[in-house]
């Protein structure tokens, strides 16, 4: 790993806000290298814009987001892979040639081969030359999925990567998420499936309202709100009437 900082992710006192309404306000968290760090909360809490905001999409008004003691320098020597929920591929192209062309973007050695293991593992190999926008929405995610993770990357910025995928998918992309994490990955991961949480998360920051409403590993956060289900604590603070509409 590139950087010798036990946090390898920082977000210190940051806000920003749109058109004057305030969207984050005087957040900070930190995330240990290695470890998956569950950034949860409703939609519209402000989750979507830390992450542009970390990798560099957004500039903020205060505070200050490094990834490896830096901001984020897409040229630089710590390897993030992004996947967002707004998903996007080259629709026009067939599966295997848009993984083979991102493939030689990120220095894959052997794209082609990488690419067919990988449909394998995720069993549409049968769709390798089918153009991506014939795919179902369940297939294209599972292409940009493989995109996203092919170089191993440092850090893995996961987005709801299984929305919409019935059990058996979601238990696979999970096995996937776990065997990155098993090799050193450090995972920021987006969800509302609170069993996916309980699997796979050392730590949990919930935002609401663009601020930080409870934040620590999964047992500190239950003990905050009297030994609740995570989705009980997410009904509780989320329930409540949002008092802004953030991005």
Known sequence: ?????????????????????????DLSFSVEQGETFGLLGSNGCGKTTTIRALLGLYRPDHGKLTIGGKPFDPNGTI???YLPEERGLYKKENVIDTMVYF??????EKPHEWSINYLKRVGIEKFAKTKVEKLSQGMQQK?????????????????????????????????????????????????HYMDEVEKLCDHIL??????????????????QFHNSSLDQIFVDIYGEQEGTQNV
């Open 103 to 108: 493939g030689r973007l990120k220095g894959i």
């Open 143 to 191: 292409v940009q999925l493989g995109i996203t993770i092919m170089n191993e990357p440092d850090v893995l910025i996961l987005d709801e990567p299984t929305k919409g995928f019935d059990p058996v998918n979601r238990r696979l992309l999970m096995e996937i998420i776990e065997e990155l994490h098993r090799k050193g990955s450090t995972i920021i991961l987006i969800t």
């Open 1 to 25: 790993m590139p950087t010798t900082t036990k946090n390898i992710i920082e977000v210190k006192k940051f806000s920003i806000s749109f058109g004057g309404k305030t969207v984050i306000k």
């Open 206 to 223: 919930l935002l609401k309202d663009g601020v930080a409403r409870a934040s620590g590993s999964i047992e500190d956060v239950r003990r």
């Open 79 to 81: 390897k993030v892979g």
